[in-house]
């Protein structure tokens, strides 16, 4: 009671100042939302020409990006496929990872996590080049295998992240229960601990896989250009002539995002703060 | 790694009599879980990242600083330098203020409502930045929807020009970057103790006194660590000012992928990638440090 | 009787810091345990030892007859019970319980049965496929003890099982554990800072205290013959009064208080005359009743400054003529003596009741 009363009245004393505040902070949110809301209407459009509202409706734009001869169906397999096994690569790679950093404490641990989680901060620009270089030696320039190692070099970090917040959660005691009643490290690792974090990994690799899906430097640089991969294909697209197709493939990539980030909330546990 | 281990264990094993081997197997065991990527990292980041400093110094068999002289002495290269500063703590500093309001908000709100508010953030976050930079096109554009907009209100022919040039860039970049600095902001405000405002107002402060007096200075750390963070991000972008931008907007990373692609001079790359780098790499450890030295 | 856990000189240093001193233990088959102490005394250190989540600096570790200094945590054939329940979260009850079983590579049938008999020891069978979240807190530690015992280990380790729960519920609990324990027989090594806790349920209990054991002994040991001052503070109330010894028999030793008041106590290794001890006396064991009949009662004088209300006893403070103040602890009847600040009063108690400290 005595609190309610408290917020009640603290809201009213601050009036304007507040408002003015909320306000702004939903100019913010309306800024944010906008452009990934605009190229829904625009998608339905028939027109040559990129017009706001579409003039007449109709689905003209979605049946050329599904057109064969246009390659964006090839682009988005491609795209599919590759963030497919970069993820698993990440997850085989990224899971044990974050295990092994949240449950040891050893000289040049931090140096350790700062050398796994660096492409997070590194310019993407630079990792791009370097991996151009590095497989213009090896030789592996525009081929699959290059561009998984990219991708896993780009998102592995990301699930190693969210796995790490998620073991954050885990009760070490759970693991030492088990490592009393007889399980091994292995056991302890398959039977407990990744059970506990599936959530968390879960909405992990299925961002990882979005990171993927939507990773255009390191892709532009290493990806043959007669074999694009959907955002590059839609990164030259954009460079060279606005094409109103853009807006039906925007929408998918758009549909794909909402859909990972409804399923991720439902794998998330309640108590957490959705991000 | 084998070292590092055995160097975590060294206190225990130096003082035991025996072989400590079942410790060490185990404290090994975690070892293994880190071995995969670590190697993974090592041979596919660690090793290519030293090969753009070494394509940097290393040119037709011999080392030389060509690279950097040209870099120092270049007017392109002072004109890429000066836009990535400029348009990244630009864009750093707008982020960082309109990401406060949003933090703000949220943070002043029930659990259950935040966690519908934040998809309002994090849906623009996960957007692929083609979809928001071909939006800013039609947007933007002289024929864009805000320019009819404008023209249908005023019934006249004016144009704003939004695109093209260092509006494109940094309203676009600003978009790219809000939800960045909206997270971290954001943690800060929520681990503040709410006791502390309350004390305050019970002590009789008003609402903007309890603002500016305890909850902006507590969450100043932050606030500044994030702007250096969306910074730096912003210094490295590629995709919005090629896109968005004008010739006079480059930035060092298009610099980069010009030299790579157009020039096909890779020395020239390398060194342009590694001054950026080393920005980075100052900037963030700038904000590390401004961090721990204003939370203490 | 054989022993499960023998302890030969283990300690625990963290570079200059010791956490434990080097301590010997021995815990028999069938014995409750316990390790009691305040936070930092070295009893959770030694619990993590025992379970093998550190290693010792020095010392030997034999759990049922085996060198266990350097086994894994897995190989030690340990249970134990963790004060925040511990339990895996993915798992029904049932899964949780039968979880040590099936890394034994137990049969499913006879993991049915040992499960349904663990859960029914605890009265939890109606809720086996329930996850750990959906019960209460009280279920969850149950559960997590049931999943202690279900594979009969040689000893079950117990790190403040009850610590998480409520008073009513943390009562009923110790109740329930020492009956598990009268009935099945099993070993457990318990640890707990409450010392009515371990009062009411361990065969002996270790007082642990700066990182050593202080004593070791059974409840009534600890609470009627404690060594050290500190032993008699941790345990039970105290009321501590300075004095000087003034003569000393095989019997009994006289100490005089500053007022010149004497006071007898039993004779214990280690005094002499002219020493300052401290005298203890536990506030339950004083009574306000007249005159000393016999040799066998120390009597002093006092004024009363103030009562507290308990329910079912009353304390009252008085300030004694030697100057300290003491309490005494009466239980409540309508014979009490009205006792108003300022009243003079006659303590006296039995002098075998006196602890001398140094």
């Not at chain 3, 403040?160 to 729960?165: D, R, S």
């Given at each position: 009671m005595n609190t309610l009363h408290q917020s009640a009245k603290a809201t009213s004393r601050l009036g304007r100042p507040i408002s003015a505040s909320v306000l702004i902070a939903w100019l913010v949110y309306l800024f944010l939302i906008v452009p990934s809301l605009i190229v829904v209407p625009m998608s339905f459009g028939t027109s040559n020409e990129l017009v706001f509202p579409p003039q007449q409706w109709g689905l003209d734009l979605y049946a050329k990006a599904l057109d064969p001869a246009q390659g964006w169906l090839s682009a988005g397999g491609r795209s599919f496929v590759l963030g497919l096994i970069a993820t698993g690569l990440a997850l085989m790679m990224g899971v044990p990872a974050a295990y092994g950093l949240s449950r040891t404490n050893f000289f040049g641990q931090k140096a350790l996590s700062f050398m796994l989680l660096s492409p997070i901060f590194a310019p993407t620009i630079v990792v791009a080049l370097a991996l151009y270089l590095y497989f213009a030696t090896l030789h592996i320039n525009g081929s699959m295998l290059g561009l998984v190692m990219g991708h896993a070099v780009i998102i592995t970090p990301f699930l190693v992240v969210t796995t790490l917040s998620g073991l954050k959660h885990l009760d070490r005691n759970i693991e030492n229960a088990a490592m009393v009643m007889g399980a091994t490290q292995l056991q302890v690792f398959f039977r407990v601990v990744l059970p506990a974090i599936k959530g968390p990994v879960l909405s992990g690799s299925l961002f990882a896989f979005l990171l993927s899906f939507d990773e255009v430097i390191v892709s532009w640089f290493i990806a043959r250009s007669d074999q694009p991969t959907l955002p590059v294909k839609m990164y030259s697209s954009i460079q060279w002539e606005v094409s109103p197709v853009l807006a039906a493939i925007s929408t998918f990539l758009v549909f794909i995002t909402v859909i990972v980030s409804l399923v991720s909330a439902f794998a998330q546990p309640e108590n957490t703060d959705g991000f | 790694m084998q070292t590092m281990h055995a160097l975590e264990t060294n206190t225990t094993i130096g003082k035991a009599h025996r072989g400590r081997i079942p410790i060490m197997i185990r404290t090994l065991g975690f070892g293994t879980f880190l071995l995969p990527l670590t190697v993974f990292m090592l041979l596919v980041f660690c090793v290519p990242l030293l090969g753009v400093a070494r394509a940097s110094f290393y040119t037709n068999g011999t080392w030389t600083l060509s690279a950097y002289r040209e870099f120092v002495s270049g007017a392109l290269f002072h004109r890429a330098l000066i836009n990535t500063l400029s348009i990244g703590f630009m864009t750093g500093l707008i982020s960082v203020i309109c990401g406060y309001f949003v933090a703000y908000h949220l943070s002043r709100m029930p659990q259950r409502k935040r966690r519908l508010y934040i998809i309002l953030v994090m849906l623009p976050f996960w957007t692929s930045i083609l979809v928001k930079s071909f939006a800013f096109t039609v947007l933007l554009g002289t024929n864009g929807i805000i320019n009819q907009a404008l023209q249908a209100i005023s019934g006249t022919n004016v144009v704003v020009p939004m695109i093209f040039n260092r509006a494109g860039v940094i309203i676009g970049m600003a978009h790219w970057l809000i939800p960045f600095s909206v997270l971290p902001i954001l943690s800060s405000l929520l681990s503040q103790d709410k006791a502390l405002r309350d004390a305050a107002e019970v002590m009789g402060a008003t609402g903007m006194q309890v603002f500016w007096k305890v909850t902006f200075p507590l969450s100043l750390p932050g606030v500044l660590a994030s702007g250096l963070m969306a910074s730096v991000i912003g210094m490295g972008s590629f995709v919005t000012p090629s896109l968005l931008g004008g010739r006079q907007d480059l930035m060092m990373a298009n610099l980069v992928d010009f030299y790579v692609r157009e020039a096909l001079d890779w020395r020239m790359a390398s060194a342009i990638a590694v001054v950026l780098i080393l920005l980075a790499l100052l900037i963030l450890s700038t904000a590390a440090f401004v961090r721990t030295r204003l939370s203490r | 009787m054989t022993s499960k856990l023998t302890l030969h000189g283990v300690s625990k240093r963290y570079g200059p810091v010791t956490a434990l001193h080097p301590t010997d233990l021995e815990v028999r088959e069938g014995e409750f345990v316990t390790l009691l102490g305040p936070s930092g005394s070295g009893k959770s250190t030694l619990l993590k030892i025992i379970a093998g989540m550190e290693l010792p600096t020095e010392g030997r570790i034999i759990i049922n007859g085996r060198d266990a200094t350097e086994m894994p945590v897995r190989e030690r054939d340990l249970g134990m019970v963790f004060q925040n329940y511990a339990l895996m979260p993915h798992l029904t009850v049932f899964d949780n319980v039968a979880f040590p079983l099936k890394i034994r590579k137990t049969a499913t049938e006879e993991i049915r049965r040992k499960v349904h008999d663990a859960l029914k020891t605890v009265q939890l069978e109606h809720l086996k496929d329930r996850k750990p979240q959906a019960l209460s807190g009280g279920q969850q530690q149950r559960v997590s003890i049931a999943r202690a015992i279900v594979y009969n280990p040689s000893l079950v380790l117990m790190d403040?099982?009850?610590?998480?729960?409520d008073k009513k519920l943390r009562e009923q609990l110790q109740f329930e554990i020492k009956e598990l324990h009268d009935r099945l027989g099993i070993t457990i090594l318990y640890v707990t800072h409450d010392q009515q806790e371990a009062m009411s349920m361990s065969d002996r209990v270790a007082l642990m205290n700066g990182g050593r054991i202080e004593q070791i002994g059974t409840p009534r040991q600890l609470y009627f013959t404690p060594e050290t001052a500190f032993a008699a503070d941790f345990l039970g109330s105290s009321n501590f009064i300075d004095a000087t010894v003034t003569a000393r028999t095989s019997e009994r030793t006289v100490c005089r208080l500053s007022s010149g008041e004497e006071i007898a106590a039993p004779s214990r290794e280690g005094f002499s005359e002219g020493q300052k001890v401290r005298l203890m006396v536990r506030p339950e064991h004083i009574s306000l009743l007249g005159q000393a009949v016999s040799a066998d009662r120390n009597v002093l004088k006092g004024v009363t400054t103030g009562t507290t209300f308990f329910g079912e006893s009353a304390e009252i403070r008085a300030r004694l003529a030697a100057g300290s103040e003491i309490a005494i602890r009466i239980p409540n009847d309508y014979s009490l003596p009205e006792a108003e600040p300022g009243a003079p009063l006659h303590l006296e108690w039995d002098v075998r009741q006196t602890h001398v400290f140094a």
């Open positions: - | - | 403040e099982p009850l610590g998480a729960l």
